[in-house]
């Protein structure tokens, strides 16, 4: 199948946060103890690359929270000039979509939160500190794009949505990008989780409001005829989420 121009922007973004990985990874096995000096050097003296992470991070999040017609149907999804309803939709049916997908959505966030709880424990015992929280959530941060692009536990396994375009969870990606941030108390830290917290509740409350966008059933641009970005063009598409011929 022939790559769209979104898929090759999504390919060349995981190819960046590729590199960035590996530059960090390289730090934190062979230079361990520059990465704790640039993570306790105050800005003022000097810019380091931990600051420079933290714009890049901050960056990636202004752009969800301010997305262009360039983002990915997944994302614009939400938007309600990108809306376009099907006549004649069933309620009943996207009621029992919305409630399925909100009750497999919440045991993603328990299961998240059970995992990371186990490393937030670990940091209280000092069996790991600051380090190799920032190297955790550099891991998560590539991972974002593995589960879009290649292969994603939560989709396969819990929520069952046939691609990234119709996921009900979409833009939960940054708050479990930076959830270990919450443990290293500083305003580095916690500025990024707080503004992925507040990605997530924007998310969270446009769903609640207008669930007729999120659903294949009710708004067109999610069915596959119509779709422009092709993300399942490397991982392909689990089949119809909703059992019904919206594709």
Same mark, same amino acid.
């Given at each position: 199948?022939?790559? /769209?121009?979104?898929?090759?922007? #999504?390919?060349?973004?995981?190819?960046?946060?590729?590199?960035?990985?590996?530059?960090?990874?390289?730090?934190?096995?062979? @230079?361990?103890?520059?990465?704790?000096? +640039?993570?306790?050097?105050?800005?003022? #003296?000097?810019? /380091?690359?931990? @600051?420079?992470?933290? =714009?890049?991070?901050?960056?990636?999040?202004?752009? @969800? =929270?301010? &997305?262009?017609?360039?983002?990915?149907?997944? =994302?614009?999804?939400?938007?309600?000039?990108?809306?376009? &309803?099907?006549?004649?939709? $069933?309620?009943? !049916?996207?009621?029992? #979509?919305?409630?399925?997908?909100?009750?497999?959505?919440?045991?993603?966030?328990?299961?998240?939160? +059970?995992?990371?709880?186990?490393?937030?424990?670990?940091?209280?015992?000092?069996?790991?500190?600051?380090?190799?929280?920032?190297?955790?959530?550099?891991?998560?941060?590539?991972?974002?794009?593995?589960?879009?692009? +290649? #292969?994603? &536990?939560?989709?396969?396994?819990?929520?069952?949505?046939?691609?990234?375009?119709?996921?009900?969870?979409?833009?939960w990606g940054h708050f479990m990008m930076f959830t270990p941030m919450l443990f290293i108390?500083?305003? +580095?830290?916690? $500025?990024?989780?707080?503004?992925?917290?507040?990605?997530?509740?924007?998310? !969270?409350?446009?769903?609640?409001? @207008?669930? !007729?966008?999120?659903?294949?059933?009710?708004?067109?641009?999610?069915?596959?005829?119509?779709?422009?970005?092709?993300t399942c063009t490397i991982k392909k598409k689990l089949g119809r989420e909703d059992g019904?011929n919206y594709v």
């Open positions: 199948m022939k790559k /769209t121009l979104k898929m090759k922007v #999504y390919l060349v973004k995981f190819l960046i946060r590729l590199i960035v990985f590996l530059s960090v990874f390289v730090l934190y096995c062979k @230079h361990r103890d520059w990465m704790v000096s +640039f993570m306790t050097q105050d800005i003022r #003296y000097g810019v /380091t690359p931990i @600051h420079i992470l933290w =714009l890049l991070f901050m960056g990636t999040m202004a752009l @969800h =929270l301010f &997305p262009s017609s360039l983002k990915s149907m997944a =994302l614009l999804k939400m938007k309600q000039e990108k809306y376009v &309803p099907i006549e004649g939709y $069933s309620e009943y !049916e996207l009621l029992k #979509y919305v409630q399925n997908q909100n009750q497999k959505a919440w045991f993603v966030m328990l299961v998240w939160l +059970f995992m990371n709880a186990i490393v937030g424990f670990l940091y209280l015992f000092d069996v790991v500190d600051d380090v190799d929280l920032l190297m955790l959530t550099v891991f998560y941060y590539l991972c974002d794009y593995i589960c879009i692009l +290649f #292969y994603c &536990p939560f989709q396969s396994n819990i929520m069952k949505n046939k691609c990234c375009v119709n996921c009900r969870i979409y833009d108390r500083n305003f +580095f830290s916690w $500025s990024l989780f707080f503004v992925s917290l507040v990605v997530l509740i924007r998310w !969270e409350i446009v769903y609640a409001r @207008h669930p !007729e966008r999120f659903w294949s059933g009710s708004n067109q641009v999610l069915q596959c005829r119509y779709c422009k970005d092709q019904k």
